[in-house]
């Protein structure tokens, strides 16, 4: 068997219909949009997306509350992955070499999730107060950038 063999068998094959190519194709002019109005303009899709008919849309109706969170975020890392690696120094890049975080350039966090029985040195942005006191009870250095 071989691609130019290939019969599509009794499925229907019809060509695609070209709009907008001329009178002759017998859809040119107004390309099947019909006279005028809003659906013959260009941006007749776009500009439908929230168009109610003249109603105020929904998303203006309804009341707008509370706040959107404006603060920094934090890749996390837990205590339990820190202890199965074999590095000792851990900063942005190391923890990214391990493929502990997906960016270096993004705030890393420490938590005490796990627990820890090695002395390990950490750089990062945020720790946790149980992972710091966890990490200097094991002998290690923590230093906040």
Partial sequence: ???????????????????????????????????????????AKAGRVAFEGGQMPIHRRIPKRGFKHAGVEFQIVNLKKLASCSVVDFDAQSLFDQGFIRNV?????????????????????????????????????????
């Fill in 1 to 43: 068997m071989e691609l130019n063999t290939l019969n599509p068998g009794k499925a229907k094959v019809v060509k695609r219909k070209r709009i907008g190519r001329g009178p002759g194709s017998g859809w040119g002019t107004t390309a099947g949009r019909g006279q005028k109005g809003a659906g013959a303009r260009k941006s």
């Fill in 105 to 145: 350039e993004q705030p890393v966090k420490v938590l005490a999730f796990g627990t820890i029985d090695k002395a390990i040195n950490v750089k990062v942005d945020a720790i946790s107060e149980k992972a710091k006191s966890l990490i200097e009870a094991a002998g290690g250095k923590v230093e906040i950038i």
